[in-house]
Structures are given as C-alpha cells and as structure tokens.
C-alpha cells in the first residue's frame, strides 16, 4: 500500500468516526439518557433555561458541562477505561472517590461536616425528647462505622475522626446507653461491592447488643444460611471497574419465618425477606423491603412481653430481624422518611405503642454526617 492509498485511508476512518461521533452526540440530544443504572442517579440534561444571564453568571456553562460529561457517547465505556488506568495503571489509591482494597470497594470520606453532623443530631435529640425519653423503657445507642474506618485503621488511608463523632454523640444523647460495636466489626464483614455489612457476618453484633440489652438469654443463636448470588452493590456500577459480584446471605429460622411485617405506607402484611426485590435496582432491599418509614414486626412465638423500638437506616433493615426473636413486637422507625408529627399522629391513633419498650437508636457513621433527616 503506497502513502497515497494510506493516507486515504486514515482520512476515511477519522471521517467516519467522527460522522458516527457526531451522529451519536445528535442522537443522545433528541434522546438523552435520564439516570445511569450503573451510577444509581439521575443524569444532567440539556440546559432548559438559555439567557445571557445565565451565561454572565457562568450558571449556564456549568450546566452545560454536566450536560456533556453525563451525556457523553459510550459514557460507561470510557468510565471503565479511566477508572482501570488510573487504580491499575497509574496506581492510584481513588477514582472519583472510590478506593479498592483487597476486593473492597470503599467510599472515601475524608472528614465529618459539623453542620451536617450536628443537624443530624438536632434531630435525633428532637425525637429523643418527643417519643423517648418518658417512654419507661430501657433506651439504647448504637453507632455503625463504614467501610472507610477500617481503610483508615488498617491501611493509612486518610479518614475522619470516628471517635470524635462518637463523643458528639453521646454527648448529645447523654441519657442513653452507648454499646460499642467498633470492636465487634471488621472490613471483612460488610460486602465486596456495597456500603452494608453481610447479615451472616454481623452476629459478633448481635451478640454485643443483646448481652448490653440483657436480651441474649432470649436469643437462639441457631440459623439457616440462604445464599442469593449474582448481588450487585451500589459500588459495583459506580466503580466502572466491572468487579465479581457479591453474594447475598439471609439468616432463617422457625421464629423469623413465622414473623410477619406490617408496613405502615402500604398498610399491607408480608414476610422479613421480600426475596422479589432481590432482581429490582437495589438487590439489599430483600431485608424488609428496602427503605421504609415506618415497619411492625410482629413474633407470634414470643413470650417475652417485651416491645423494641428502632430509629435505624437501611444497615437495621438486615440487623434487627436477629433481634426480633426475643421480642413481641419490634418497631422500626427511618426518619429520613417520616417527621415527628406524622410519627406523633401515629402515636395519638394507637397504631404505633411505644409505652415501656426498649429503644435503640442505631446508625450509621455516614448517615450522621448528611442533613437526611427529617
């Protein structure tokens, strides 16, 4: 093949590729992709409002920005390749805020907001004093560590200050007894490719809570391992690193198949495990549903008499049916979802009892450090 041949031949391969290019960069403008299922968000669309305002105050350029980097042709494509270069290649200890560590995908947190932090705990002290405090029961507190306290311990990755945020709140919540389950937890136990630990892991935390809660000798300890595999974390799309999925282990026994689970939103009755919801965008939502607002779990077997209260996040969804086993019934409360108002309305109906039952607020390091709550 001469030079000329060669010549016109590169020239019509870029052509082409850049006709397709561009054919495709029209195609995604009259049918622009609205969430990444991989990311688990929305993406940015094209700019509605277009003003010389907009671009004066640079509004405009930056939507813009978004609107190209999020509708980019073969987006996950080039996700991929960069995210493999820059762990892999480059060596690199994050892409766009994700570490890898010996299979665990981390989000990296590099410090706790205070004003995050501290309307959290506004609210937590808001529901403390309106449905705890004069309650009559025992009342427990409980804080999760992510992933990224253990990247920061064990392998000197940069890390917030967890003890701090520990003193924050039982400071706050000075009435309350604090369990430590720090000690109880290792990275081993949360999954490969999600923000959750693996309910078959956490029974070191079971057992903590229920010897503090003076429920343990209620407890049999005695489990079946159900295995779902094929679990997709939120980490497994955000990494872009195409990573082996998990596998999703739930625990059963003769008591937790005999509880039932009232969810007070749909007012309907089901199972702990709804194992349908293992195929839907968030295969953790086999644990009682995914987020709820406001659950009962009802155990036909217990004679204890005794009553739970939860305040939890999803990491309670896997934790407290292995507490429900010494309980009657177990309230669990998300307030990310539900006001105190609505809980209250609740309350004055008779539909929720809380009147000397045990209370634990259980909750994870990263939820505290957001502003979710209502």
Same mark, same amino acid.
Request: net charge negative; glycine share 6%.
């Given at each position: 093949?001469?030079?000329?041949?060669?010549?016109?031949?590169?020239?019509?391969?870029?052509?082409?590729?850049?006709?397709?290019?561009?054919?495709?960069?029209?195609?995604?403008?009259?049918?622009?992709?609205?969430?990444?299922?991989?990311?688990?968000?929305?993406?940015?669309?094209?700019?509605?409002? =277009?003003?010389?305002?907009?671009?004066?105050?640079?509004?405009?350029?930056?939507?813009?920005?978004?609107?190209?980097?999020?509708?980019?042709?073969?987006?996950?494509? $080039?996700?991929? %390749?960069?995210?493999?270069? #820059?762990?892999?290649?480059?060596?690199?200890?994050?892409?766009?805020?994700?570490?890898?560590?010996?299979?665990?995908?981390?989000? %990296?947190? #590099?410090?706790?907001?205070?004003?995050?932090?501290?309307?959290?705990?506004?609210?937590?002290?808001?529901?403390?004093?309106?449905?705890?405090?004069?309650?009559?029961?025992?009342?427990?507190?409980?804080?999760?560590?992510?992933?990224?306290?253990?990247?920061?311990?064990?392998?000197?990755?940069?890390?917030?200050?967890?003890?701090?945020?520990?003193?924050?709140?039982?400071?706050?919540?000075?009435?309350?007894?604090?369990?430590?389950?720090?000690?109880?937890?290792?990275?081993?136990?949360?999954?490969?490719?999600?923000?959750?630990?693996?309910?078959?892991?956490?029974?070191?935390?079971?057992?903590?809570?229920?010897?503090?809660?003076? =429920?343990?000798?209620?407890?049999?300890?005695?489990?079946?391992?159900?295995?779902?595999?094929?679990?997709?974390?939120?980490?497994?799309?955000?990494?872009?690193?195409?990573?082996?999925?998990?596998?999703?282990?739930?625990?059963?026994?003769?008591?937790?198949?005999?509880?039932?689970?009232?969810?007070?939103?749909?007012?309907?009755?089901?199972?702990?495990?709804?194992?349908?919801? $293992?195929?839907?965008?968030?295969?953790?939502?086999?644990?009682?549903?995914?987020?709820?607002?406001?659950?009962? %779990?009802?155990?036909?077997?217990?004679?204890?008499?005794?009553?739970?209260?939860?305040?939890?996040?999803?990491?309670?969804?896997?934790?407290?049916?292995?507490?429900?086993?010494?309980?009657?019934?177990?309230?669990?409360?998300? %307030?990310?979802?539900?006001?105190?108002?609505?809980?209250?309305?609740?309350? #004055?109906?008779?539909?929720?009892?809380?009147?000397?039952?045990?209370?634990?607020?259980?909750?994870?390091?990263?939820?505290?450090?957001?502003?979710?709550?209502?």
């Amino acid at each position: 093949m001469n030079d000329r041949t060669k010549n016109i031949v590169v020239t019509s391969v870029f052509v082409a590729f850049m006709a397709f290019f561009v054919a495709m960069c029209i195609f995604r403008y009259f049918a622009p992709v609205e969430t990444s299922q991989a990311e688990r968000r929305p993406l940015a669309q094209f700019p509605e409002d =277009i003003s010389w305002s907009g671009v004066l105050d640079k509004s405009l350029i930056e939507e813009f920005e978004d609107y190209s980097v999020d509708q980019f042709p073969f987006r996950e494509f $080039f996700r991929g %390749i960069k995210a493999n270069f #820059q762990l892999n290649v480059l060596g690199l200890k994050e892409n766009n805020g994700l570490a890898v560590q010996d299979g665990y995908i981390v989000k %990296i947190e #590099q410090d706790f907001v205070d004003k995050n932090v501290n309307y959290s705990l506004g609210r937590l002290q808001l529901f403390y004093e309106q449905f705890v405090k004069d309650n009559g029961g025992n009342h427990y507190l409980a804080l999760i560590p992510d992933k990224n306290y253990f990247l920061a311990q064990d392998y000197g990755y940069p890390g917030p200050d967890y003890s701090g945020l520990t003193d924050k709140v039982t400071a706050a919540l000075p009435n309350m007894q604090y369990i430590n389950l720090y000690d109880s937890l290792e990275l081993k136990d949360y999954y490969f490719t999600d923000t959750h630990w693996s309910q078959n892991k956490i029974l070191g935390v079971v057992d903590k809570l229920a010897a503090d809660m003076g =429920i343990d000798h209620l407890l049999s300890g005695q489990y079946t391992e159900n295995r779902l595999e094929g679990f997709q974390g939120v980490y497994y799309g955000q990494s872009a690193l195409k990573p082996a999925p998990d596998t999703l282990v739930y625990l059963t026994n003769h008591v937790l198949d005999g509880c039932t689970v009232y969810d007070y939103e749909t007012q309907k009755t089901g199972p702990i495990y709804a194992l349908d919801k $293992f195929d839907g965008s968030d295969g953790y939502d086999v644990f009682l549903s995914g987020t709820k607002s406001l659950l009962r %779990i009802d155990n036909p077997a217990s004679q204890s008499g005794k009553t739970l209260v939860v305040f939890r996040d999803s990491y309670g969804s896997s934790l407290t049916p292995l507490l429900a086993e010494a309980y009657d019934t177990v309230y669990l409360v998300d %307030i990310r979802y539900i006001s105190a108002s609505a809980l209250s309305l609740y309350e #004055q109906m008779k539909m929720v009892d809380f009147e000397d039952a045990d209370v634990l607020f259980l909750y994870s390091a990263l939820i505290l450090n957001s502003n979710s709550f209502k």
